[in-house]
């Protein structure tokens, strides 16, 4: 299931909840790894955090915010300059200290890489620090499915 965050969200931007067929992946040349360092590094820098936001207001427009609005700033401007929608997902996390945490994972034909405002860089899938629960389907981006042990499972219809 969708956070209800997300389908808040999705009610204000409705374009940045469809995939419209796009390619659910995109393939990783050095280009698209200096571009997703770009952005991961543009937007940690545009947005003040704010850990006292309340979690249920996601901004594409916010200068303060917290993981929510970093995660989906980096997602609106990947797609802008022309990543895929389908291969851009939100991944609900739990950072090590225990805090509920969203990121970005880009799916690439060489695996999935994280964009995170807690790192300044760019890492494969395997590499972050936190439990990975849930992110959106590559497939139906209102659709969600849980992560057993960092590993995507199948989602339940």
């Known amino acids: 299931m969708a956070p209800i965050a997300f389908l808040m ?5 409705a374009a940045q909840c469809t995939a ?21 590094k543009a937007v940690n820098r545009k947005i003040v955090p704010d850990a ?5 207001d996601w901004s594409l427009e916010t200068r303060v915010g917290n993981c ?22 939100l991944i609900v996390a739990i ?14 034909d060489r695996g999935d890489f994280i964009l995170d ?11 972050t620090p936190h439990k990975l629960l849930k992110r959106q389907s ?10 057993e042990q960092n590993t995507e499972v199948a989602a339940a219809n």
Not at 20 to 40: H, L, R
Not at 95 to 108: A, E, K, M
Request: proline share 3%; glycine share 6%.
């Open 9 to 13: 969200f999705c009610k204000h931007y």
């Open 20 to 40: 419209d067929g796009d390619a659910s992946k995109v393939t990783m040349t050095a280009d698209v790894y200096a571009q997703m360092v770009a952005v991961n």
């Open 52 to 56: 006292a936001k309340g979690g249920m």
């Open 68 to 89: 929510n609005d970093y995660a989906i700033q980096k997602r609106d401007a990947l797609h802008a300059i022309g990543f895929p929608m389908a291969a851009l997902s």
């Open 95 to 108: 950072t090590p200290n225990g805090q509920g945490h969203l990121i970005l994972s880009v799916r690439t």
């Open 117 to 127: 405002n807690l790192a300044s860089r760019v890492m494969p899938w395997a590499e």
């Open 138 to 147: 590559a497939d139906h981006l209102m659709q969600w499915v849980m992560i």
